[in-house]
């Protein structure tokens, strides 16, 4: 299967994001040259602020109830991780290019089969996440 790299935007990969429908994925910001050969085979690229991304995604909910696990994340030395991968992260991503036709239309996709860790930009999360644990002042006198 297919590898691509570049820097991860949105990733979610361990955990899906179900704003609309649960789904893992992450837009991978790549260069020119790669941005126009996936446009050029039909392949959505999003323009951002950071470069063209290639949306690479898979649905958690398949056909006749089947639930589709979730991608396997992996560091540097291909030891399996569980994290959150960070806006501007350094990744590779493993997919496989599909291809349906549903009453007379095509749609093409990339299912999201793994992702591997070059240089992890830790995920800033919620509010609050900056803070530390605080000593009452009854604790210090």
């Not at 297919?2 to 429908?21: D, H």
């Not at 941005?35 to 958690?60: L, N, Q, W």
């Not at 599909?98 to 299912?111: A, C, H, I, N, P």
């Amino acid at each position: 299967m297919p590898v691509l790299q570049g820097q991860a935007y949105w990733a979610s990969v361990k955990t899906p994001n179900t704003k609309y429908e649960p789904t893992y994925s992450v837009n991978l910001v790549v260069d020119e040259a790669t941005a126009e050969d996936f446009k050029g085979r039909g392949f959505t690229v999003k323009p951002m602020a950071e470069g063209p991304s290639i949306v690479i995604k898979r649905k958690v909910d398949g056909p006749r109830g089947m639930i589709r696990e979730a991608p396997k994340l992996y560091d540097r030395s291909k030891n399996e991780m569980d994290c959150q991968v960070g806006n501007g992260s350094t990744v590779k991503v493993q997919y496989k290019e599909w291809e349906t036709v549903r009453q007379g239309t095509t749609y093409k996709g990339l299912d999201f089969m793994a992702m591997q860790v070059l240089d992890l930009i830790a995920y800033s999360g919620s509010a609050g996440d900056e803070f530390d644990v605080e000593e009452s002042l009854e604790d210090e006198l």
